[in-house]
């Protein structure tokens, strides 16, 4: 059973930076797409960022945080990255990191993940 477990979320200023970490574990295979949400409570879950490991990994990102954030995997810890980068008040929220198998998809969906880790908080304050 694949399993996410993120951590690195916190609080820090306008203008500042963290990295939050989605380590995977229980999937041997090299072919899945781990993706970033983030939600505000009432609100939508919001696709952030998506990478799909393969050999190549290409990246896509939701426009309001192009340019800010980068998304990137470490194969050999099998560890996915989300660089956030001039964080604004307006990125506050629960940060997950998702996990499915297949490639096929809108990646910025929330129903098409089949797996979930339990959330690390992000606070910027002005």
């Known amino acids: 059973q694949l399993q996410l477990v993120e951590s690195g979320g916190g609080s820090v200023q306008a203008g500042g930076s963290l990295r939050l970490s989605c380590a995977v574990s229980?999937?041997?295979?090299?072919?899945?797409?781990v993706a970033w949400f983030r939600q505000v409570t009432g609100k939508e879950r919001e696709g952030v960022a998506v990478i799909y490991t393969s050999i190549a990994g290409p990246t896509n990102y939701a426009d309001s945080v192009k340019g800010r954030f980068t998304i990137s995997q470490d194969n050999a810890k099998d560890i996915v990255y989300l660089q956030m980068s001039s964080l604004k008040p307006e990125d506050i929220a629960m940060y997950y990191c998702?996990?499915?198998?297949?490639?096929?998809?809108?990646?910025?969906?929330?129903?098409?993940?089949?797996?979930w880790g339990q959330g690390t908080q992000v606070t910027v304050s002005s």
């Open positions: 229980g999937y041997t295979g090299s072919r899945k797409r």
């Open positions: 998702a996990a499915t198998l297949a490639y096929a998809g809108h990646w910025n969906e929330a129903h098409e993940y089949n797996y």
